[in-house]
């Protein structure tokens, strides 16, 4: 086994991604800048999915989107988190939890909907049961559309909110990540 | 469908699959799918004793306003009683009356990215006694917004019903839409949407066993069967134009043909989990402190299996059979000698080594499948008939059925019953077996739906 986990181990590391510029001066006139840096731990909130949503997101932390190179965690904890990020039409019986999740966090907090249901409902659009979308229950300012959302997508828009709420100017450029020996072949 | 007096009704016995109402009757549904009803009298029906039946109970009663009479456990499933501003009561949970006993509660907000749902544990020290899981969170009133709309319009509906499981959904109702109209679908469609659905079985598989791992602290696993799964799901984006392979089932057919290159795209990620999986295996069956975890872990007996009529790897791990792609009929399994892998010991491990068995046997058939594609057309458009059927089809997790009833092209009233109603249960039963540290590991690998009961 010990050889098959060094293998892995030493395979490379992916190829970093860089936020789009023309995004991150969009939202930087809506967001503003913070004082949250660029290490963010972001709290997911499920609140209404089909849970596609749930799969794309849990896809950005694999070996190929590696979110977690970007400084970008989650945290099981809203007390913890700098962003909230919403999937799901908003429930009705999820209204409540995702008001007192985002009520949980400390200021300033960040509020992401991630997929078309969170965006406005999607598909689901105009449901008696749903709140229409995470805004019908707590202010959003960046929205990640698609049904589900490509894991790239959703990658490039937490990248793209990263860069426009961070301290100007921009830290110096992320160094590569060390390139490890290769193994010789067997 | 088959109408029956309220004491035949009462006196049925068989694998219990479903219950529902509309607004003259109540229907039970049957392995392998016999469909038999009773008529409401004062918007009420006699309470059926199988296991499974009380969610199906719960539901009408929240849904459709029915009674059933003599029914044990009226708890709400969906209506959990909000305000216009989303506030509401909390329900009592009762614990067993033992001393010592505490309750511990978790969620409708889980700590991982996963569906809500609240689970209330009464434990005792370590040790759960009791787990009462209260759904119907993610309730998004689907039901109705099926009704009224053409089964091409509302197909957007039943692929999003539980979007891990979106092919066998999309291809379940396609199947009942099929029935109740009498469509005979081109030979092509049946391969292709059979090759999407074992694609969804492996990325579903390979994704889950690896979350197992992660929960039980095995971070490698986790790591290697997260890029399985990424590497099939950019085969289906690349084969089918979408990463879940979300409104490629159609009624009537399949949305698109097979990309060019997509049949390529698919077997080069089936060959990488094939060369991957036996090391893979090797580590899970080789690493005692994870198999310290999961066996003898969050036992479900064969009996309490057979009870629900538990489907998929959930009910094969405990000594059940079933899988819809074995009834007579189900196209084009018929042609490919389907191998069933059951286990009996029913724990955690179990569930595990069936899906690993499930996964060469995917790949064998989407190799016999993609080799021998029928050419013909991959759609007919549905004509505006009138009738009703039930539809199933083999999701990762189970069997998933729909109810159908369309008149003059438009759908009248629908069903749904996806395998997590049967499999909740389940859940609630293996957790009263273990220690509360366990019960990721538990849930995870019953994997039951949230979206898929709540609709
Ligand atoms: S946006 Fe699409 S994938 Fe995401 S939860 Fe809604 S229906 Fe599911």
Partial sequence: MWKTVAQHLLSRAP?????????????????????????????????GSCNGCELELRATQNLVYDLTQYGLSFTPSPRHADILLVTGVAAHNMREALAQAR??????????????????????????????GAGGVVAVDLVIAGCPPSPAQIVQGLLALVEAQAPLPALPKRREPRRAPRLPPE | MILLSHEDWVARRGRFIALWTDA???????????????????????????????????????????????????????????????????????????????????????????????????????????LEARLGYTHKGTLGLIRGKSPRLAARFAARVSGDATVAHASAFAHAAEAALRLEVPARAVYLRAVMAELERLANHTSDIGAIAGDAGFAFLDARFALA??????????????????????????????????????????????????????IFEDYASLQDRVVGTGIVPPALAAAYAAGGYAGRASGQTHDARLLPGYAPYDNFALF???????????????????IPESIRLIRDMLHSLPETPIAIAPQAGSGAAVGAAESFRGPVWYW??????????????????????????AAATAILADFPLINKSINASYSGVDL
């Fill in chain 2, 229 to 282: 799964r990424e590497r099939l799901c950019a085969a289906a984006q690349a084969a089918f134009g979408h990463r879940l392979m979300m409104d490629a089932v159609i009624p009537g057919g399949v949305a698109g043909d097979i990309s060019t290159g997509g049949a390529a795209a698919v077997l080069d990620a089936l060959t990488a989990l094939e060369a991957e999986l036996p090391s893979l295996k090797r």
């Fill in chain 2, 24 to 130: 003259r009757h109540a229907y039970a549904l049957y392995q392998p799918g016999e469909l038999v009803a009773v008529e409401l009298v004062d918007g009420a029906y006699p309470a059926l004793s199988h296991a499974g039946a009380a969610w199906f109970q719960r539901l009408a009663h929240d849904l459709n306003g029915h009674t059933a009479l003599g029914a044990t456990d009226t708890r709400p499933a969906i209506d959990h009683g909000r305000a216009a501003d989303g506030t509401g009561p909390w329900p009592e949970f009762k614990s067993p009356e033992v001393e010592g006993v505490h309750q511990v509660a978790v969620g409708p907000i889980h700590a991982g990215i996963i569906e809500p749902g609240h689970f209330r544990f009464s434990v005792r020290g370590e040790t759960v006694l009791k």
């Fill in chain 1, 15 to 47: 190829a970093a991604r860089q936020a789009d510029p023309a995004l991150v001066k969009t939202l930087r006139e809506r967001v503003g800048a913070s004082a949250l840096g660029r290490s963010l731990a972001i709290r997911v909130v499920s609140a």
């Fill in chain 2, 404 to 429: 159908l009833r369309i008149e003059s092209g438009v759908i009248a009233d629908v069903f749904i019953a996806d395998p997590s109603t049967l499999h909740w249960p389940l859940v609630e039963h």
């Fill in chain 2, 340 to 358: 069933v892998p059951v286990e009996q010991e029913g724990d955690v491990a179990a569930r595990i080594r069936i899906r690993l068995a499930e």
């Fill in chain 1, 103 to 132: 009520a949980a966090m400390p200021e300033p907090a960040l509020v992401v909907a991630v997929g078309d249901c969170a965006v406005d409902g999607g598909v689901f659009k105009g449901s008696p049961a749903i709140a229409g």
